[in-house]
């Protein structure tokens, strides 16, 4: 069975910093596209950041571009998202998923996700 598990979300204030991890169970997924997505309340889940397969380019929504990085550790089979200067518009629950599309921002072309880890952000 296939998991995706989100660590690292909480309380922080405007300008710090969260490192965000998911890490997946139950097959390998170096061959895949990442991604991280997250959903504001009373929002639609938006697209963050996403990474090709290993060794492959990232992409970024702009609204985080510049201060937002993902990375993966396919030896642990595990996906990123350094997060600085954050603002309280980053407040959301960030969910990591996992697609076979090689590359897509939309979220339902991605085959696996995790359950979120809540991220927010006071001013």
């Known amino acids: 069975q296939v998991q995706l598990v989100e660590a690292g979300g909480g309380l922080v204030q405007t300008g710090d910093s969260l490192r965000l991890s998911c890490t997946a169970s139950g097959r390998t997924f170096n061959t895949w596209l990442l991604a991280w997505f997250r959903q504001a309340p009373g929002k639609e889940r938006e697209f963050v950041a996403n990474s090709l397969r290993s060794g492959g380019s990232t992409y970024y929504a702009s609204s985080v571009k510049g201060r937002f990085t993902i990375s993966r550790d396919d030896a642990k089979n595990t996906v990123y998202l350094q997060m600085n200067n954050l603002k309280p518009e980053d407040t959301a629950v960030y969910f990591c998923?996992?697609?076979?599309?090689?590359?897509?921002?939309?979220?339902?072309?991605?085959?696996?996700w995790g359950r979120g880890t809540q991220v927010t952000v006071s001013s």
């Open positions: 998923a996992a697609s076979t599309t090689y590359y897509t921002t939309r979220s339902d072309a991605f085959e696996y």
